[in-house]
């Protein structure tokens, strides 16, 4: 919804007092930086979200097949129920 003229008005004086108030800071302030930022900040949390997913997908898939070779008859690569976890025959 767009602003009335009343409040665009008050705002861009609002603007101009932060131009002349602080110029360092209101220079450092934009819609555009922070649109930038927001849209990194999303594209890296995706990034690591589907990193995860498939570590997580591989992961499951490696103790899974681990299990069911292990169950295997006649395969002797899994430890034995009595070694230390750290020991595989």
Partial sequence: MPLSEDDQRKLDEIER???RDDPRFAAGQSIDRLRRHR????VAAFLV???LLV???VTTS???WC????N???WDGCPSRNS??????
């Fill in 17 to 19: 007092a932060l131009y």
């Fill in 39 to 42: 849209s990194i900040t999303s």
């Fill in 49 to 51: 979200g589907m990193v």
């Fill in 55 to 57: 570590v997580g997908l």
């Fill in 62 to 64: 490696a103790i899974l």
């Fill in 67 to 70: 299990q069911r070779s292990c």
């Fill in 72 to 74: 295997s008859p006649g």
């Fill in 84 to 89: 230390p976890p750290w020991f595989v025959t």
